[in-house]
């Protein structure tokens, strides 16, 4: 049983515009929840994350966006950019707990 | 460098052949994990330690698999009796305690068993 999923196994988007990545969980202990973002042949590296007592962070061009009711998250992209092709993992993580359950991740491709 | 530090980078073996990874984390992290990853998935979490003790390990996980710590520093995971089903990347991660902690990742061991 899947706790994490990544639906979309691919996405691909013009330079310049919006990048949608989204992310279900179905875990209702799950209260912390991180994007990292990984390169081929390198471990993933973090991107950003969120508490379960928001429903929005931003940290520059990214904007991580958190709906508890529908156990949804999605990660915004403005303006994308060819260097943001990468491998998109969400993972998430419960109160006092050392590990995150990821999921499958997105392969994100950012046309010029 | 600073970061998390894996070795080998990759490793080939012959099936039923034992190896040993290693894992130097961030020096003021105490938390450190490994994660296995195959191809088309996310990282599946093996074990994790905090300073010396192993505090949690994936029910998933063989018996074939062991990990240590031993002076809450850098960490090492065994493999015994490797079977072509382990041909994975096992990645290495750390960070600090606390409720809400990002993990740093290593650049991983890919292992392959023939």
């Known amino acids: 049983d899947q706790q994490v999923k990544q639906n979309s196994p691919s996405l691909s988007v013009q330079e310049g515009r919006i990048s949608i990545l989204n992310c279900d969980y179905t875990?209702?202990?799950?209260?912390?929840f991180l994007w990292y973002k990984k390169y081929p042949a390198e471990g993933p590296t973090f991107l950003i994350s969120?508490?379960?007592?928001?429903d929005k962070n931003e940290d520059g061009r990214f904007t991580v966006f958190l709906n508890k009711s529908a156990k949804h998250l999605s990660l915004h992209i403005v303006p994308s950019q060819p260097g943001d092709s990468a491998v998109y993992f969400c993972?998430?993580?419960?109160?006092?707990?050392?590990?995150?359950?990821f999921g499958d991740g997105t392969t994100l491709t950012v046309k010029p | 460098d600073t970061g998390v530090s894996q070795d080998p980078r990759h490793k080939i073996t012959k099936r039923g052949q034992n190896v040993t990874f290693r894992c130097d984390p961030i020096?003021?992290?105490?938390?450190l994990y490994w994660y296995r990853q195959t191809l088309g998935q996310g990282p599946e979490f093996l074990t994790y330690?905090?300073?010396?003790?192993?505090?949690?390990k994936s029910r998933l996980l063989s018996d074939r698999f062991s990990a240590e710590r031993p002076k809450g520093s850098f960490s090492t995971l065994e493999i015994q009796r490797t079977e072509q089903g382990d041909s994975a990347m096992y990645l290495c991660?750390?960070?600090?305690?606390?409720?809400?902690?990002?993990?740093?990742f290593g650049q991983g061991t890919r292992l392959t068993v023939v």
């Open positions: 991660a750390s960070s600090l305690t606390g409720v809400n902690t990002e993990a740093f």
């Open positions: 875990n209702s202990m799950f209260d912390y």
């Open positions: 969120i508490s379960s007592i928001k």
């Open positions: 993972a998430a993580k419960g109160t006092n707990a050392g590990k995150s359950t």
């Open positions: 020096s003021e992290h105490n938390r």
């Open positions: 330690f905090q300073n010396e003790a192993q505090l949690e």
